[in-house]
T-cell receptor, first 115, second 113 residues
Framework: GAGVSQSPRYKVAKRGQDVALRCDPI?????LFWYQQALGQGPEFLTY????????KSGLPSDRFFAERPEGSVSTLKIQRTQQEDSAVYLC?????????????FGAGSRLTVL | QKEVEQNSGPLSVPEGAIASLNCTYS??????FFWYRQYSGKSPELIMS????GDKEDGRFTAQLNKASQYVSLLIRDSQPSDSATYLC?????????????FGSGTRLLVRP
């Protein structure tokens, strides 16, 4: 596609519910990242995929967070038993390469509000 | 110490002035540096990348990198009200995770008409 597409754009969940956030990266992009952005803060790294391989999940806050990219394209970030502190914008970004000079394109984000 | 530091602002400048945004980083091994612009409620968009010491110009934007002092800056000449946004500095991570971009918390810029 022309850009990185994320859905849903907005999600309201009751505490304890499970949520799934979807990312459709730019076609052919090897790298895919998930970031979490709290209000007034910069994006914080969550996890990184190179094709279908999850090479780094060091930023996932707890074992309630799980991400997958089974076919090396679409990715899903799942949050189980949501808590209020999970409320944030979840940004997906993709890039053509995988080096430090890789330029990332961000999606519009999924804003999660946990009540 | 946070890995990428930025003054949160807001930095307020009059229309037509030069806006100067600064960023320091802690990892001497960082090789790639980026400036992203983020309008309120929108996603970050890349405006400049810089990889070697010195200045890099693109239109009204100039990025400056000084690896010895571990700082990178962004100058915006002839600032316009449409430049009002949060500017995020991003640096690639340590050698074994150089793919990872680490962001500062951003500087909010306000350009007054």
């Amino acid at each position: 596609g022309a850009g990185v597409s994320q859905s849903p754009r907005y999600k309201v969940a009751k505490r304890g519910q499970d949520v799934a956030l979807r990312c459709d990266p730019i076609s052919g992009h090897v790298s895919l990242f998930w970031y979490q952005q709290a209000l007034g803060q910069g994006p914080e790294f969550l996890t990184y995929f190179q094709n279908e391989a999850q090479l780094d999940k060091s930023g996932l806050p707890s074992d309630r967070f799980f991400a997958e990219r089974p076919e090396g394209s679409v990715s899903t970030l799942k949050i189980q038993r949501t808590q209020q502190e999970d409320s944030a914008v979840y940004l997906c970004a993709s890039g053509q390469g995988f080096s430090g000079a890789n330029v990332l394109t961000f999606g519009a984000g999924s804003r999660l509000t946990v009540l | 110490q946070k890995e990428v530091e930025q003054n949160s602002g807001p930095l307020s400048v009059p229309e037509g002035a030069i806006a100067s945004l600064n960023c320091t980083y802690s990892d001497r091994g960082s090789q790639s540096f980026f400036w992203y612009r983020q309008y309120s409620g929108k996603s970050p968009e890349l405006i400049m990348s810089i990889y070697s010491n010195g200045d890099k110009e693109d239109g009204r934007f100039t990025a400056q990198l000084n690896k010895a002092s571990q700082y990178v800056s962004l100058l915006i000449r002839d600032s316009q009200p449409s430049d009002s946004a949060t500017y995020l500095c991003a640096v690639n991570g340590l050698v074994d995770s150089s793919y990872k971009l680490i962001f500062g918390s951003g500087t909010r810029l306000l350009v007054r008409p």
